[in-house]
Nanobody, 126 residues
Framework: QVHLVESGGGSAQAGGALRLSCVAS????????MGWFRQLPGKEREGVAA???????IYATSAKGRFTISQDNAKNTLYLQMNSLKPEDTGMYYC????????????????????WGQGTQVTVSS
């Protein structure tokens, strides 16, 4: 059974940084697509950054140049390094996984992911 557990959320000042972690279990890391999504207050969940097992990484426009997605296969851990944080980054952040290599055009769309963590809250103050 696939299990995803996020951590690393919290409070930060605008311009600051946070690193989110997602420990994954129950699947073979290299065969999955994985990503970070977020739900901002009053909005639907949206893709932030994701990659497929073919090595394609996609960032949302809002994340480009500020956020970096990475993984440590030995630790079965996915990371999201968030720099230059803005108040509009405030929201719940989720780790997601899907047991196949998603097409590049789809990896930021939540409907293609079957496995989700419980989320971790990020709050950025001005």
């Amino acid at each position: 059974q696939v299990h995803l557990v996020e951590s690393g959320g919290g409070s930060a000042q605008a311009g600051g940084a946070l690193r989110l972690s997602c420990v994954a279990s129950g699947f073979s890391y290299g065969t999955y697509s994985m990503g970070w999504f977020r739900q901002l207050p009053g909005k639907e969940r949206e893709g932030v950054a994701a990659f497929n097992s073919a090595g394609t990484t996609i960032y949302a426009t809002s994340a480009k140049g500020r956020f970096t997605i990475s993984q440590d296969n030995a630790k079965n851990t996915l990371y999201l390094q968030m720099n230059s944080l803005k108040p509009e980054d405030t929201g719940m952040y989720y780790c997601a996984a899907e047991g196949r290599s998603l097409a590049s055009w789809s990896i930021l769309f939540q409907q293609y992911y079957n496995y989700w963590g419980q989320g971790t809250q990020v709050t950025v103050s001005s």
